[in-house]
């Protein structure tokens, strides 16, 4: 029997009725605008490098970004030529003048930012990611795999993987060789990211990959599809010390495809893309078929063996 109008209950003004779920726009509800920032460092040069990454910020932030990757070692170039030298741009995280101008860029402009950055801690180096936002410093990510002479002025990457929840999704970060070991990327998921930012510094070598075979962004896009997640690549471009670097910054979606870029090898650029972050949740290939619970976790671990560190 229908209730008569006096026994209805009444909602206050005050306390509006939400939207059912079937009033939502379907599809955006979880929509972001992510780029990946292409770059050219001068080694040694801070304060221009330092300058080139806040233009670029501004650029994304005024297309609406809120996830911005800068490349490897952005502020102070990449081809060291002694300790010495490395020691004489490093700076502390997050106290030093390189992150606290990003700190600045992201409460003006109300954006995350993920930027490589020549780490000091006491009398260690660490190839680093600083991860910072609107309302301060988030973390750090240290290199865990490094590549050639790294070896010789860098310590091994301490802070393990982690992953850090932003308003519109988790973050996972990768620099550079990490891509070569799907271990990193695999553990991300397992901890529930829906983006890797990976900042590197992605070199031409003739024969094996050159701007026309970007074979460091098609693993990444590979990457991406056996683990259903989105990447986003930010590389640098330019000659530093007789080593040409590829560009081809890119955004990749959880299939695999180049949702924005490659971008080109010579010149700066800003690669944006909006991703809706919920595509990265819901992996299922087939009726029968998830990348993720398909995992045979019971003849390996979980994390692969990795133990995060406690907070």
Same mark, same amino acid.
């Given at each position: 029997?229908?209730?008569?109008?006096?026994?209805?209950?009444?909602?206050?003004?005050?306390?509006?009725?939400?939207?059912?779920?079937?009033?939502?726009?379907?599809?955006?509800?979880?929509?972001?605008?992510?780029?990946?920032?292409?770059?050219?460092?001068?080694?040694?040069?801070?304060?221009?490098?330092?300058?080139?990454?806040?233009?670029?910020?501004?650029?994304?932030?005024?297309?609406?970004?809120?996830?911005?990757?800068?490349?490897?070692?952005?502020?102070?170039?990449?081809?060291?030529?002694?300790?010495?030298?490395?020691?004489?741009?490093?700076?502390?995280?997050?106290?030093?003048?390189?992150?606290?101008?990003?700190?600045?860029?992201?409460?003006?402009?109300?954006?995350?930012?993920?930027?490589?950055?020549?780490?000091?801690?006491?009398?260690? &180096?660490?190839? $680093? @990611?600083?991860?910072?936002?609107? /309302?301060?410093?988030?973390?750090?990510?240290?290199? *865990?795999? +490094?590549? #050639?002479?790294?070896?010789?002025?860098?310590?091994?990457?301490?802070?393990?993987?982690?992953?850090?929840?932003?308003?519109?999704?988790?973050?996972?970060?990768?620099?550079?060789?990490?891509?070569?070991?799907?271990?990193?990327?695999?553990?991300?998921?397992?901890?529930?990211?829906?983006?890797?930012?990976?900042?590197?510094?992605?070199?031409?070598?003739?024969?094996?990959?050159?701007?026309?075979?970007?074979?460091?962004?098609?693993?990444?896009?590979?990457?991406? &599809?056996?683990? $259903? @997640?989105?990447?986003?690549?930010? /590389?640098?471009?330019?000659?530093?010390?007789?080593? *040409?670097? +590829?560009? #081809?910054?890119?955004?990749?979606?959880?299939?695999?495809?180049?949702?924005?870029?490659?971008?080109?090898?010579?010149?700066?650029?800003?690669?944006?893309?909006?991703?809706?972050?919920?595509?990265?949740?819901?992996?299922?290939?087939?009726?029968?078929?998830?990348?993720?619970?398909?995992?045979?976790?019971?003849?390996?671990?979980?994390?692969?063996?990795?133990?995060?560190?406690?907070?």
């Amino acid at each position: 029997m229908a209730k008569k109008e006096s026994e209805k209950v009444k909602i206050p003004s005050c306390c509006p009725i939400p939207p059912y779920p079937g009033e939502r726009e379907k599809g955006k509800e979880s929509l972001v605008k992510v780029a990946a920032l292409q770059m050219e460092p001068e080694i040694c040069n801070i304060e221009k490098n330092v300058n080139e990454s806040l233009r670029l910020i501004h650029q994304a932030a005024d297309k609406g970004v809120k996830l911005a990757v800068l490349p490897e070692l952005c502020n102070s170039g990449y081809i060291y030529n002694s300790r010495e030298e490395a020691f004489a741009c490093a700076e502390n995280v997050p106290d030093g003048p390189t992150t606290k101008a990003w700190l600045n860029a992201a409460k003006e402009r109300n954006i995350y930012i993920c930027a490589g950055i020549t780490e000091r801690e006491e009398n260690r &180096l660490y190839n $680093s @990611v600083a991860v910072v936002g609107p /309302d301060g410093f988030i973390g750090i990510y240290r290199k *865990t795999h +490094l590549w #050639n002479e790294e070896k010789m002025w860098f310590t091994p990457g301490d802070a393990g993987f982690p992953v850090f929840e932003l308003p519109f999704g988790k973050i996972g970060n990768r620099i550079c060789y990490d891509g070569w070991f799907p271990e990193v990327t695999r553990i991300y998921i397992a901890q529930g990211a829906d983006i890797i930012c990976d900042s590197t510094n992605w070199v031409i070598v003739p024969g094996i990959q050159t701007p026309e075979k970007p074979a460091a962004a098609y693993t990444a896009s590979a990457l991406s &599809l056996m683990s $259903s @997640v989105y990447t986003i690549c930010a /590389d640098r471009t330019g000659v530093e010390r007789g080593c *040409t670097y +590829l560009g #081809n910054s890119c955004v990749i979606d959880p299939a695999g495809n180049f949702v924005a870029g490659p971008a080109s090898f010579d010149k700066a650029e800003v690669v944006v893309a909006e991703i809706n972050v919920m595509a990265a949740r819901y992996r299922h290939w087939s009726e029968f078929n998830n990348p993720h619970t398909d995992r045979r976790t019971d003849l390996y671990d979980n994390l692969l063996g990795y133990k995060p560190k406690e907070k």
